[in-house]
């Protein structure tokens, strides 16, 4: 082969390989995200149906369901923007940190060093969402 002929040849199968690696990596990332998605609301529906067998509901476990929703909404925002909602992230681990504080109480009926540390992480969290936030949000 000659060499402008190998270098045009390589150009073709270059752009030809590119848009399979992009369609394969795209194919992937939707499949990901469906999978995540059905785990999410399969383990909501079992923590739901579990909390329907115990006849009520306590505050930890409509905690957990909100955990759930914005795991989902988390989904969501990264399937249609495909950019990480990292306040999300920050939000559920408010959310999970509260759901360990109220399962604390509820356990020891007291007060503890502990109890002041998931304070103490819960307002760094909330801190860590108004240090991240885009300046336009402000508005």
Request: net charge neutral.
């Amino acid at each position: 082969m000659q060499p402008q002929r190998f270098d045009l040849w390589y150009e073709r199968n270059k752009v030809r390989a590119d848009q399979i690696g992009n369609l394969l990596i795209e194919a992937f990332h939707y499949l990901a995200l469906f999978v995540i998605g059905a785990s999410i609301v399969w383990s909501a529906v079992v923590a739901y149906g579990g909390m329907m067998m115990q006849g009520h509901a306590t505050i930890g476990d409509i905690l957990l369901l909100f955990i759930y929703l914005e795991l989902g909404a988390m989904v969501g925002i990264y399937f249609k923007t495909n950019l990480m909602p990292v306040r999300c992230l920050i939000y559920i681990a408010i959310t999970a940190l509260a759901r360990l504080l109220i399962g604390d109480i509820q356990a020891h009926h007291q007060a503890g060093p502990g109890i002041l540390m998931i304070a103490g992480a819960i307002l760094m969290l909330a801190i860590a969402t108004r240090i991240i936030r885009k300046p336009t949000d402000d508005n």
